[in-house]
Structures are given as C-alpha cells and as structure tokens.
C-alpha cells in the first residue's frame, strides 16, 4: 500500500489549505486512515482519524477548523483545514490502515511522505 498525499503550502493566519492523501496497490482493504502531524522540535501527534464507516475523531485545538472526509471506492482521504493558526505549522503526515485479502491476511499501516503546512504572516 503506498500513500501519496499533497496540498501543504505556506498561508497566513486565517487563511485555509487542503491537503489531500490516496492509496494506491492492490490486494488490500483500507480501515482507518487519518493524519499525524510534526511540529519543529516537538513530538508527532495525531491530528485525526477517519474509520471506514466515517466515524472521525480530532484533537481538541483543531476541532472545529479541521474537517477530514474520504472516498472508500478511491481510497483517499481529505483534510479541510480553515481558520488556520501559527502553532498548526507543521509536516503533515497521513496514514493508512490495512488489511491485506486471502487466505493469508495481514494488517499493517502505511504512511505517506510528510506534506509542509507553514502559517505565516
């Protein structure tokens, strides 16, 4: 399963940006999919999680600003951010979840290339 995401640029505050992340192979069934990201100088963090169903779970400081939406037939996952602040600045990594098909399954999680959001005036 490789990851393919996009869309990350410099905008000032307030301003919005969309960054987008599809899967591509075959053989594989896609569970959950979502979006880490990594701050200079500190720890990755989980920004949001998207299940299969659409069920989406957000960290507290982007509720609200962030929205994340998939396609399951394209296996792509979206992430609409608005209202954007400096501490959002970061690379932007999105994951995916898998399942591999027969008899012989086996699961794991891809990650895509990190996309660079900086929010600046």
């Known amino acids: 399963v490789q990851l393919q995401a996009s869309g990350g640029g410099l905008v000032q505050p307030g301003e919005s940006l969309r960054l987008s992340c599809a899967a591509s192979?075959?053989?594989?069934?896609?569970?959950?999919m979502g979006w880490y990201r990594q701050a200079p100088g500190k720890q990755r963090e989980l920004v949001v999680e998207?299940?299969?169903?659409?069920?989406?779970n957000y960290i507290d400081p982007v509720k609200g600003r962030f929205i994340i939406s998939r396609d399951n037939a394209k296996n792509t996952v979206w992430l609409q951010m608005t209202f954007l602040k400096p501490e959002d600045t970061a690379d932007y990594y999105c994951?995916?979840?898998?399942?591999?098909?027969?008899?012989?399954?086996?699961?794991?999680?891809?990650w895509g290339r990190g996309t660079l959001v900086t929010v600046s005036s």
């Open positions: 994951y995916a979840d898998y399942m591999t098909d027969g008899e012989a399954i086996v699961t794991g999680r891809s």
């Open positions: 192979g075959s053989g594989f069934r896609i569970n959950t």
């Open positions: 998207i299940t299969s169903s659409g069920t989406a």
